[in-house]
């Protein structure tokens, strides 16, 4: 069973005209919060900050923040005045002395750069699936994600599946009795790997056979 999560995406470093700036928890007036691939959590997190009366930038890479996250967070972030969201934009550069005390932004449409104070700085800028041990193996989306069951396609069924009769079980990779569970598999709810592997388990007792369990 592959259940070997995910790794931070790498993100190119920002640039600090002082090498006594660090990132810490934001001071509670305002706060930085860029995404480069904006995920829920991301969006959850700026809420949160905002609900603690700190004014909240969003920096995104992209032009449009539905293109990533849920509806319900993109209105909810766009109604909230403690929440201004900055699109097509990227963080140049870390400011401070002792502490951050501002970030600089470049707009990458417009090229237009701007100073955003702030005593905080979060970055969510997405993960890639821990999967190089596999050499491809495994049938996966364009970002590396495992397929598994309903989601591999007919053209990564190979004729091992005739001879057993049977489609994918649960969490099964388009190779028999190989599983993938957690942050490595394709839609999976990132984070919370200990409910899709203890699921999975399931699938590979049908597989093994264990007395009791129908195949």
Sequence with gaps: MAAFGQDRAQ???????????????????????????LLISAGQAALFLAGKSISVNIIL???????RMSSYLVRWL???????VHTSSEVTALEGEDSL???????????????????GLFCFIGATPAIDWL?????????????????IADKDLGPSWQELQRPPLPFETNIPRVFAAGDVRHGSIKGVAVGEGASAVSSVHRVIGVPGVPF
């Design 11 to 37: 993100e190119p470093q920002a640039r600090s005209p002082s090498p006594s700036v660090r990132t810490r928890a934001p001071a509670p007036s305002r706060a930085a919060h860029p995404g480069g691939w």
């Design 61 to 67: 890479r992209r032009d449009d923040i539905a293109a």
């Design 78 to 84: 766009l109604a909230d005045p403690r929440v201004t």
């Design 135 to 151: 050499n491809a193996a495994c049938a996966a989306d364009k970002d590396g994600f495992i397929y598994t069951d309903v989601h």
């Design 101 to 119: 005390e501002a970030v600089r932004i470049r707009n990458s449409a417009t090229g237009a750069e701007s100073l955003l104070r702030c005593g």
